[in-house]
């Protein structure tokens, strides 16, 4: 079966440190990978999308980068971060297709101060 | 564009109450729509997923229900239980890329003892 591992569960970072969140997927090959962030009392927003290796597509622009090293691997990256990068981080997968589920991990609580 | 509404944004039910979750979208050229739950600090767990071409689908004591042309979607609880308590949210995707969903706010429901 399928699993998603997405680490650190929370995290507290100053203002103008770097960031790493590390997302992989089990049980799978060559899924469609996602970054999402909810902030609190509001929706979903999709930030990163792959659907390969090296393959990225920012759905909007930030101060947040992604990379794809491995096929099932999917990193949220930020060189200095901003008050305003506080949230909910979801890392998920889908199979390539619109008909296919999307799947969550735990999520990382990032908390800028 | 679409527009993913959830109505109300919170609800509250005595234990063994049957009930209803709504999701409304705008654009009626969607390619499904999915339904999750999210626990409080978590991610979301995905519950079912309802393509296009079909009406619903039923999962244990969930039923969700899909109709296009009116632009709604509602999931459906039999006999709730306190462990019900949770944000559903629904997603919907209206292209063939999955890169497309967009979610609904949300519904916080809690199931009273």
């Known amino acids: 079966s399928q699993t998603i591992h997405q680490w650190p569960a929370t995290l507290v970072q100053p203002v103008g440190s770097p960031l790493s969140l590390e997302c992989t997927v089990e049980g799978t090959s060559n899924p469609n990978l996602y970054w999402y962030r909810q902030a609190a009392g509001r929706g979903l927003q999709l930030l990163f999308y792959s659907v390969g290796i090296g393959q990225i597509s920012s759905e909007v622009p930030q101060n947040l980068s992604a990379s794809r090293p491995q096929d099932r691997q999917f990193i949220l990256s930020s060189k200095k971060l901003l008050l305003s990068d506080s949230g909910f981080y979801l890392c998920?997968?889908?199979?390539?297709?619109?008909?296919?589920?999307?799947?969550f991990g735990n999520g990382t609580r990032l908390t800028v101060t | 564009k679409q527009e993913v509404t959830q109505i109300p944004a919170a609800l509250s039910v005595p234990e063994g109450e049957n009930l209803v979750l709504n999701c409304s979208f705008t654009d009626s050229a969607i390619y499904n729509l999915q339904w999750f739950r999210q626990d409080p600090g978590k991610g979301l767990t995905s519950l079912l997923l309802i393509q296009s071409s079909q009406r619903e689908q039923t999962s244990g004591r969930l039923n969700a229900s899909l109709d296009k042309s009116s632009g709604r979607s509602t999931l459906y609880i039999a006999a709730s239980q306190p462990g019900d308590s949770a944000t559903y949210l629904c997603?919907?995707?209206?292209?063939?890329?999955?890169?497309?969903?967009?979610f609904g706010s949300g519904t916080q429901l809690t199931v009273l003892p």
């Open positions: 998920a997968w889908s199979v390539p297709g619109a008909n296919s589920p999307l799947h």
């Open positions: 997603a919907g995707i209206s292209s063939g890329s999955a890169r497309q969903l967009t």
